[in-house]
Structures are given as structure tokens and as C-alpha cells.
């Protein structure tokens, strides 16, 4: 582990200037995510900026969205009764992720930041294009059990592993951030980026730019709502791939509308916008999922070792399809 | 003569664990946990390399770091005296050499192997100096792929040298005879890389009392072998040497072994002329502490119509390493387990530049079982007969291997309680016949045995001023509850209460006991802490001989001992005060050693379980559930009803990680493992573990030893892995051959 200076403003300018004004800085929230990389050494930040002095742990309940506090925990979020209520899609997707323990430290800003698991990534020994530009990528041609079925690139294959941010490109989030050069929202579905040329940069967010908030707006999603994530083991493990799917259904249980998203697939929460549509209008039954599942796979393409998402992906939508028309 | 109440018979009931409370409130002192005067902490640096040469370390930079007091490696490391590693017999693995070479020369082994150690005045200035050693390797093309090295697999070096060694091939009727059999199967199955990771890492604090003295506070599984190891290897009187490990948190066989950071620790104490204390980090436990090996299987069964195995062939190729020839009794099972008239068995190993394997729970048996507990369920189907009826038909009610009885069998019993606590009769034989919903439900049963071994062991006993009883012994505890168990049998034997008996182990100086391991220390120690308590009890009767005559023609199963006074059976005319006998010159200490007879060359003495699951799984995203697990066991006399049933489960558990996630990924490319910790390797949590179900037949085995004890600890998980991949089957259709049974290989 590196040395690094540490630093702990109270003003929110503060913490941005630290970091824009140092490019070696970097924001540190929970730590669940960054503190191991950098035990690692994949990460190596001269200066550590922490930020939970920094009032933005609120949940407000406001009319037509909910504003979620970048330093509200995982689990805060969870639990709130709001949140339970307006976004139960999203309570859902939160616990899903980790365990208990590291719910009660990450935070919202932290969940979305938090980086791939590809094993390539985190062995500073193995090449790695993210880590590393220029190194070539590991997972290639190696171990990719864990990685992306779509919009990867020949530079990076690795998939983003957040659950909390499936529920959120879905429910059509909107993150607050504030930077050097003021305040911007950007929708959740652009705050990741493919790899393309560039795997080393997760997102768009641009140096010194935090994350005060994010919103999400209320919606017809508040009964038939399911997260289905698929892991081997019960509990606190990174899905092998998930889905986030929400449905609004009339009185004779035809589709209003339908929200689904993917993880475990992309560099990117993976949004399924042509399979919402196509679900849109018709009845909420196995086979209506089915078609929608198959529109939801095209264009996907398989490694040496992760061939069973391309099963495993249209299967889970319709699981979480059957099972978030079912909930009452 | 009024007669005392007789105490409450302490073996077979429930008592808590006596150090339960300091383990649960972090009073109990594990290795990593000694605070010395004046202690330097040490961290490794690996390798990066699999194979090749160290060409150039740079250490200048570590050197000049704050706080470091050295950098060693194989340039600058004094060698210790002790035999030379080079040229050892690789066949004789027992950390005879090579284990604890360290810093002896550049050649690179395995990857991660240690190339230098830092050390420094805290472990946080150890670890960031350790990051600043620069390494140059000349690197050589490196193996790591079993398949890809199955040609060159061999027969191991001690079984080609003697031909009685039970790694040489096994023949019983004839070769093969199951290729020609009426009913035929054939099938491959493998287990891959297995990692213990108990929950305490390997840890030691190294600490030169004297230029000839050292004491280590270690993580071990046998205080006495560790201390062989570094007195052999620092030419050392083995009394000059003090081991302790008081508390054990886990090893699963993780322990049996001396390992290269242990010597590292050691050297860099003599080094630095400082107590240094040494922790490995997860991913390190990965790389040089042992794992189960990676093992390829075939096996060829053939049976009669009606069900009458006729011929069982069973081929393994084990992993091993480049410098020590590791082997495990793969095999064993299927030597004795089901009546055939023709078995055949060929041991091989592949040697690859990896760290050297070591025993895991169950060690080769578990790896075995799973080939073969599944052929027979395979068998059962091509045969329309239900695997327990199959079974049933092929029961053995002798050895058929030694042909020698057995001390005791109880199989049938377990087959029964077992099949009664699942609801064996609600399964159907047709695969995926029971459904809730996509949850497709399936049954299965897995058969495990494991030999009752029992080895020498002392104890001694001494009476103490306050009444209570001490018994010492070098054995450790890694977690069963050793002396909790010890305390009960001393409790019965003396018949007084178990809060006046403290055991004490896990220190080399105390009389000598062997590793713990091959759940073989009830056997064991169990029996020389019943005799040193009858002997401390005709001790006291002629010490007290001296205060009052009736004691002298007393036998020294009537002595009583009961608030502070002996009498001769409860009689209170004959009573002797605990401090008379004190006065008494010579003092009450006894010492004991009980060794195994001849009831070995008599009996074929093995322990039997069997295990039942009920699983689940889903027809669209292939994830399986244990929901039901029932263990039987028959392990001879139960001393203690919970800290059984608490190995029972957790072998179980073990069995759930065996069968559905376990994994070690090694990447051949690099050599180095890709999962690297406990989020990538996954060991099951509680909600992959249903309340498991124990029942012990609870016989006593006569010929074991005294108590009628056959030991528990591995026969818990052998078994459990194929009774998963069964039930598996018998859910879905699939028969996965390859473990662990992962979402991606059934849908
Ligand atoms: C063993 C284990 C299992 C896990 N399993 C799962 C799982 O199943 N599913 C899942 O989704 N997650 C899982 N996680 C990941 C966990 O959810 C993340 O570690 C956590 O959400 C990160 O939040 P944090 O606040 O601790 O972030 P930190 O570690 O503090 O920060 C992460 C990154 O975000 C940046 N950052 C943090 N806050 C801000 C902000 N407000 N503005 C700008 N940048 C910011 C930091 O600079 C850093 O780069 C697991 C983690 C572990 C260790």
C-alpha cells in the first residue's frame, strides 16, 4: 500500500478543489471498494479526500422524485420507508448487493463509482488495459467466466458490478454532481461508458466532479417489481448476471409499461429499451416475456468461458418477468 | 459405609466447549495475537514468476524505508545448519527439506513463492517496504495444467521403491474385469483446486530466547512435528525448542505441514536478533500453505442385472509439486467398501510448478468418495434400482480388501436412520419427477469412511492444592473441542465434576501426543487421559496410604474424590484431606503414554457415514439449493453430543462448498490464481447451508481402544459432495462430473 495525505473538508468546494486541483486525489466515501484496491495497488492516490463530513446523507421525499444523498448508506436506503414504497425496485437491488456489514458502510455515491471485479483488473502482475493502458487485456483470452456478453471492446471485456445501478438505469435515475465548473445532471444511463479506446475511464464524470445525489423519479413501479440476481452462492456474491425488471399492468393484466435492465453483462448497467417496448401493449404472460427476452439478447456474443450467459441472460428475464408479474 | 451419590456421567452429554467463553469474548490467545517486548514484524514478497531464476532484487529502496530493520533473501540469508534441502528424497514429503527451504537459492518454483522477507519495527512499514522490492526473473516455461501434463504422470517414488506401499497399483481378482461385465459404465470426474481458508490465517511470532533457544508461537496442527522440523533444521536439541498453539482457529489439515513463511519468520528473528512476528495476507493462503489437489478420476464399474457389482477399476492422477511428492489415499474407498470380486486401482501424479498440496478435510478419501459414490448412483440408473437398494446389495460384512472383520460396522443402521430423516421414500428414480414451481427437487446420498486410526499419546495428571485436577498434553485443539472432550473423559474417570479438571494443550513441552489430524485424536488421546487418570487415582492411594491404611489394600477404582477429600468408595471412616496428600514427599504428579496393541493386524477399523440431500434447482437459472442435508455416522462411542454434532455439520457445510462452489482458478498463461480471495473463492454462507441433521449410531467399538471411540472429523464431509451431485441428478437429468456444480453448467 502506498502512503497518501488525508484530508477531510467539512465544505463541499473544498472537497472538489482538492481533487480537481490534484490529479493524483481522489474522493473516498465508504473505502469498501477503494481502500482494497489500493491494498492491492491498483489504485495508488497521493491524497485521500474524504468526504462524509460533507452534508449529503438526506433522502427527501419530494413531490414527483425522490432525492437520494450521495453518503446515504446502502442500507439506510434500503430500509427507508420512501424508498420502500415509491422505489421498491431499487430496495431490492441494494439488497441484493454485498452483506449486511458492507451495506452499513458503502454509500450510494460510492456503489455506482465502485470499479470492475475483473480478476485481470486487480492483479497489478497481469496485463490489464484499465488498470494499465497499453498492457493489453487479460480476460481476453483468459479466465472470462465473469465478463461481458455485450459492448465490449477488444480493449476490455469487463463487466460493471454494481446491483444498486441496474435498478437505477432502469427506473431512469438522474445523478447530481458538482464540479470545478459548477453544477450538471446527467441520466444514470450516461454516467457509464462503454470501454472502447479507453477502458481506463469508467465514466464521464470529469476530475473533481462529486456526486451530491441522485433522483429518481416516481413512476408506475411500485407493485410488479422484481430483482433477480443469479449467483452461485445464496448471498454476498457479484451476480453472474441480473435483471431489474419492473412492469405496470392493467386490470386485465396487459402491460402499461415495462422497465428492464441487465447486470453482469457490460461495462455498463445494461439497459433493454427495444424489450420494454416490445412488452408494452401485451398481455403479461410467459410467452410475451419470452419475445422480449430474445429481442433483449440480440447483437450479444460470448467468450471461451461465459457461452452460458447467452442462456442464462434471456432465462432470467423471463424469471424476473414471471415473478414481477406475480408480486401483488 | 454411606455411599456418595455417583457424579453424572459426563461422556456422550452435551457439555459447552470448556474454552467457549474465551473464544467467544476474544480472551483466547491465537498466534498472530502475542505481544513481545521489543517484536519486528515481517511480510513476504512472492514471486512473480512461476518458473525460472531470480536474476536481480533490487532491495536498496526497502533498505532506506522507515523503520526497516532488514531485507534477507537468498543473498544475504544465513543458511541454517540443518540438512541440506538439495537432494533430499522427494518422496519422503513430510517437510523433510524442501517445504523449508527458503532464501536458499534463485531458483522459482511456483508463483507467489517467497523471493525475500522485510522486516520492520510495525507490520504497516513491513508492508509498504515490501512493496518497494524490485525483482528480475529469467523465466522458464512453466506447467500448470494437469490435463495438459496427464501424459507424463507417474507412479510415486515410494510406492516403485517398495512394493508394499499403498500407492502401488491394487489388484484383487482380475485386471479390469469391468470392461467385460453384463452391465457397463465408464466415466470421468474431476475435482479441481480446493483452498482450506480457515478463518484464522497462518500466522507465527518466531522468538530466539537464546542463540540455542527458540520458542514459536505458531499456527500448527501438531506442536510436536513442528518442533522436529525446526530443531532439525537449526541442529538443534529438540528440548531447545518450545512450540505453542494454545488456540487454533480452523486448519482443516492446513496446519500438518511446516511451510516456507515459518522458516522465513525464524531466519528473519535470528536476523534481526528480535521476536518477529509473520501473518500472511488471504491471497498469500492461496498460494504456498497447501490445498486440496486438483484430481482427474476414472472409474469403470460393471454389475450383474440383478444389481452385483462384478468389477470396479478406479485411476486418479493427483497434482503434486516440482519438489515434493505429495499423495493422498484417493483410492482407499473403493478398496473396501462394496463387495466386488474383481477391483483394480492405479495412483498416479502429475508434478507442476505450483506449491506443494496438502491434506484437506477428508484428504484423498473425499476426492475419491465423489468419483465414486456417484458411479454407483450412475450404476443404480443404468440398473432401474434405487442407490440405496444398490448399495444394500453390494453391503460389505468384512474387509474385502484385508479380508479382516471389521472392529465394528454399523453402515446399515446409519443407511436406515438417514433414509428415515430425509423422507428417502418420498424420492422418485425417474429424474426430475418432483417439482414446486421451477424448482426442480431432487434426492441423493453420498457414503463416506475413513480409517479409525489411533497413534501414542501421553498425558499427565497432577493434583493441585485447590482440587483440581490438571492434565497436560502437546496435542492442539484446531477446533473439534479436544478439551472439552479430554475434560469429560477425565471427569468420568475421576469421577468428580468437570469444573474441577483443566486440560491443558497445544505446547510442545507438555507430554508428547502426535499431530491432530486424520481425526485421530480422541483415539488417541483419549485413552491415555482415561489411564493417566487411573493412574493418578493409585497414585493418591498410596500417598494416602501414609494418613490412613485402609487406602493400602484399596483398589484404585474405589478411590473417591469429593470436596477437597479422598475415601475408599464414598466411605467416610477412611477420609484423607487433598492437603495430607500434598504434604506427601514426591508430589501427585503422573505421566502415561497408552499406545495402540495389536487389535490392528485383528480388525479392519474404519468409521461409516452416509449423507442425504434434498436439493433444488431452478430450471431457469440453474442455481442449486441445499434445502435438506441428513449426516449418520457411525463413529463408535460419542463423547461429546454437540462438539460431534458440530463436526458433523461443519464437514457438511464443507461438503456444500465441495459440491457447489468451491474453485480455485488458476490462469495457466501466468500460473497465478485468479481468484485470489474470499469474494472470488467462494465457501458457502449461512443461507447456502440448511439446518443440517445429525444422528450417530452411538456403538461403542471395542477394539479401537478403551472408550470405543472411532473419530469423526473427516467422515463429516466424505460423502456429502456426491450425495449433492446426485440429488443434482436426480432433480434435473444432468450428471456433472466436473465439480463444483456452478448455475453455468446445468442450464
Ligand atoms: C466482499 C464484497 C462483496 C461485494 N458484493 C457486492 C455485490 O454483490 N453487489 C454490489 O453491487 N456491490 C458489492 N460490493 C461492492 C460494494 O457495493 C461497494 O464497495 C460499495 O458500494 C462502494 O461504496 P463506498 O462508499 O464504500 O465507496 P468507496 O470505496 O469509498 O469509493 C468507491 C469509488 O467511488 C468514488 N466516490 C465515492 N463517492 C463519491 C462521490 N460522492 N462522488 C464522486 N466519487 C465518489 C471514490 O473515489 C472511489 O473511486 C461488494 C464489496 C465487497 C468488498
Not at chain 2, 436439493?615 to 460419542?638: M, P
Amino acid at each position: 500500500m502506498n502512503q497518501f495525505q488525508y484530508v477531510r473538508p467539512t465544505k463541499q468546494q473544498a472537497a472538489i478543489d482538492a481533487v480537481a486541483k490534484d490529479a493524483t486525489a481522489t474522493f473516498i466515501a465508504g473505502g469498501t471498494n477503494l481502500v482494497d484496491l489500493m491494498k492491492r495497488g491498483v489504485m495508488t492516490p497521493q491524497k485521500l479526500v474524504d468526504i462524509n463530513r460533507l452534508p449529503l446523507t438526506r433522502i427527501d421525499a419530494d413531490p414527483g422524485k425522490l432525492r437520494i444523498g450521495a453518503l446515504a448508506l446502502n442500507s439506510t436506503v434500503a430500509d427507508d420507508k420512501q424508498v420502500r414504497e415509491r422505489q421498491p425496485l431499487l430496495a431490492l437491488a441494494l439488497n441484493a448487493g454485498a452483506s449486511a456489514q458492507l451495506r452499513n458502510m458503502a454509500t450510494v455515491g460510492g456503489n455506482m463509482l465502485q470499479r470492475t471485479r475483473c480478476s485481470y483488473f486487480y492483479d497489478t502482475t497481469m496485463p490489464c488495459n484499465k488498470r494499465e493502458p497499453g498492457t493489453g487485456c487479460g480476460a481476453l483470452e483468459g479466465i472470462n467466466r465473469m465478463h461481458a456478453i455485450f459492448g465490449f471492446s477488444d480493449k476490455c471485456i469487463a463487466v460493471h458490478p454494481s446491483d444498486m445501478s441496474v435498478a437505477l438505469v432502469a427506473l431512469d435515475a438522474t445523478v447530481q454532481v458538482s464540479g470545478p465548473k459548477g453544477n450538471r445532471s446527467i441520466p444514470f444511463a450516461e454516467l457509464h461508458r462503454l470501454p472502447g479506446d479507453m477502458p481506463q475511464k469508467d465514466t464521464t464524470l470529469e476530475p473533481g466532479e462529486l456526486i451530491t445525489a441522485v433522483d429518481v423519479p416516481d413512476g408506475p413501479f411500485t407493485k410488479h417489481v422484481h430483482y433477480q440476481k443469479v449467483r452461485e452462492r445464496a448471498s454476498y456474491a457479484f451476480a453472474l448476471l441480473s435483471v431489474a425488471a419492473a412492469l405496470d399492468l392493467d386490470s386485465n393484466n396487459n402491460i402499461k409499461a415495462a422497465r428492464l435492465a441487465m447486470g453482469g453483462v457490460a461495462h455498463k448497467p445494461w439497459r433493454l429499451t427495444a424489450a420494454e417496448q416490445a412488452l408494452v401493449g401485451k398481455p403479461a404472460t410467459e410467452e410475451s416475456f419470452r419475445q422480449a427476452a430474445a429481442i433483449a439478447m440480440q447483437g450479444a456474443k460470448a467468450f471461451q468461458h461465459n457461452a452460458y450467459k447467452l442462456k442464462l441472460g434471456p432465462n432470467t428475464i423471463i424469471q424476473a418477468l414471471k415473478t414481477a408479474a406475480s408480486v401483488a | 459405609m454411606n455411599e456418595q451419590p455417583k457424579p453424572k456421567k459426563q461422556i456422550g452429554a452435551p457439555l459447552n466447549r470448556v474454552d467457549g467463553h474465551q473464544k467467544v469474548t476474544g480472551a483466547a490467545t491465537y498466534s498472530a495475537e502475542y505481544q513481545l517486548p521489543n517484536m519486528a514484524y515481517a511480510v513476504l514478497v512472492g514471486s512473480t514468476v512461476t518458473k525460472g531464476r531470480l536474476t536481480g532484487l533490487d532491495t536498496k529502496a526497502a533498505e532506506r524505508a522507515p523503520g526497516v530493520l532488514a531485507v534477507i533473501s537468498h543473498l544475504n540469508a544465513p543458511k541454517p545448519p540443518g540438512p541440506k534441502p538439495e537432494g533430499k528424497d522427494p518422496s519422503q514429503p513430510q517437510t523433510q527439506g524442501n517445504p523449508l527451504q527458503v532464501f536458499n537459492d534463485d531458483k522459482i518454483r511456483f508463483n507467489d513463492q517467497p523471493i525475500a522477507v522485510v522486516v520492520a519495527d510495525s507490520w504497516a512499514r513491513a508492508r509498504y517496504a515490501a512493496g518497494l522490492v524490485k525483482a528480475q526473473y529469467a523465466k522458464e516455461k512453466h506447467e500448470t495444467n494437469l490435463e495438459a501434463n496427464a501424459d507424463k504422470a507417474f507412479l510415486p517414488t515410494a510406492a516403485k521403491k517398495n512394493p508394499k506401499h499403498p500407492m502401488n497399483d491394487y489388484q484383487r481378482g482380475q485386471v479390469d474385469a469391468y470392461k467385460t461385465g453384463a452391465v457397463k459404465l465408464e466415466a470421468e470426474y474431476v475435482i479441481p483446486t480446493e483452498v482450506h481458508h480457515p478463518m484464522e490465517l497462518q500466522a507465527i511470532t518466531a522468538h530466539w530466547e537464546a542463540p540455542d533457544r527458540l520458542t514459536l508461537y505458531d499456527k500448527t496442527q501438531g506442536t510436536m512435528a513442528t518442533r522436529r522440523d525446526f530443531a532439525k533444521q537449526w541442529g538443534l536439541p529438540e528440548e531447545n525448542v518450545k512450540v505453542i498453539a494454545t488456540y487454533v482457529g480452523g486448519a482443516f489439515g492446513n496446519a500438518l505441514h511446516s511451510w516456507p513463511h515459518e522458516a522465513a519468520a525464524v531466519l528473519a528473528a535470528k536476523v534481526v536478533n528480535r521476536p518477529v512476528k509473520l501473518m500472511l495476507t488471504r491471497e498469500q493462503m492461496f498460494t504456498m500453505v497447501g490445498y486440496r489437489p486438483y484430481t482427474w478420476q476414472k472409474l469403470g464399474m460393471s454389475a450383474t442385472p440383478d444389481g452385483k457389482i462384478t468389477g470396479i477399476t478406479h485411476e486418479s492422477i493427483g497434482q503434486t509439486s516440482t519438489y515434493e511428492e505429495f499423495t493422498e489415499a484417493t483410492l482407499a474407498q473403493t478398496r473396501m467398501m462394496y463387495q466386488s470380486p474383481n477391483v483394480t486401482t492405479r495412483y498416479r501424479l502429475a508434478a507442476l510448478d505450483i506449491g506443494s498440496p496438502i491434506w484437506m478435510r477428508g484428504p484423498g478419501e473425499a476426492t475419491g468418495a465423489f468419483a465414486l459414490e456417484s458411479a454407483m448412483d450412475e450404476m443404480a440408473y443404468l440398473l432401474n434400482i434405487d442407490p440405496l437398494e444398490f448399495r444394500l446389495r453390494n453391503y460389505t460384512e468384512q474387509d474385502p480388501e484385508k479380508n479382516k472383520p471389521w472392529s465394528t460396522k454399523f453402515l446399515k443402521e446409519c443407511y436406515q436412520l438417514g433414509a428415515d430423516r430425509i423422507g428417502w421414500s418420498k424420492r422418485q428414480l425417474k429424474p426430475g419427477a418432483l417439482r414446486d414451481g421451477d424448482w426442480l427437487i431432487g434426492y441423493g446420498m453420498g457414503v463416506g469412511t475413513f480409517g479409525a486410526h489411533r497413534g501414542a499419546a501421553t498425558v499427565s495428571a497432577q493434583l493441585l492444592p485447590n482440587g483440581t485436577v490438571l492434565l497436560q498434553c502437546a496435542t492442539t485443539d484446531i477446533g473439534p473441542g479436544t478439551g472439552t472432550a479430554m475434560t469429560q473423559i477425565a471427569a468420568d474417570t475421576l469421577g468428580i465434576s468437570p469444573d474441577k479438571i483443566r486440560f491443558e494443550l497445544g505446547n510442545s513441552s507438555f507430554p508428547k501426543a502426535g499431530t491432530q489430524g486424520g481425526s485421530s485424536t480422541v483415539n488417541s488421546v483419549g485413552p491415555a487421559t482415561q489411564e493417566a487418570c487411573l493412574a493418578l487415582k493409585d497414585k493418591l492411594r498410596t500417598l494416602a496410604a501414609a494418613s490412613n491404611p485402609a487406602f493400602t489394600s484399596a483398589r484404585k477404582e474405589d478411590v473417591t474424590m469429593q470436596d477437597g477429600y479422598l475415601t475408599v468408595g464414598g466411605n467416610k471412616d477412611t477420609r484423607v484431606s487433598y492437603a495430607d496428600v500434598l504434604k506427601q514427599a514426591g508430589g501427585t504428579t503422573v505421566m502415561v503414554e497408552a499406545k495402540p496393541g495389536g487389535e490392528g493386524q485383528k480388525y479392519s477399523m474404519y468409521s461409516f457415514s452416509v449423507h442425504f440431500a434434498e436439493v433444488r434447482v431452478h430450471q431457469l437459472t440453474g442455481e442449486v439449493r441445499v434445502s435438506k442435508l441428513v449426516s449418520c455416522a457411525d463413529a463408535g462411542t460419542i463423547v461429546n453430543e454437540k462438539t460431534a454434532g458440530n463436526q458433523m455439520k461443519g464437514g457438511a457445510v464443507g461438503g456444500i462448498g465441495m459440491a457447489l462452489m468451491e474453485h480455485a482458478l488458476l490462469d495457466d498463461r501466468f500460473g497465478r490464481y485468479v481468484t485470489k480471495d474470499l469474494a472470488d473463492y467462494h465457501v458457502p454462507v449461512h443461507a447456502d447451508s440448511p439446518a443440517v441433521e445429525v444422528a450417530f449410531v452411538n456403538q461403542p467399538d471395542p477394539h479401537v481402544n478403551a472408550l470405543g471411540t472411532k473419530g469423526i472429523g473427516e467422515i463429516a464431509i466424505i460423502g456429502v459432495a456426491p450425495a449433492i451431485a446426485n440429488a443434482v441428478f436426480n432433480a434435473t437429468g444432468k450428471r456433472i462430473r466436473e465439480l463444483p456444480i456452478t448455475p453455468d453448467k446445468l442450464i
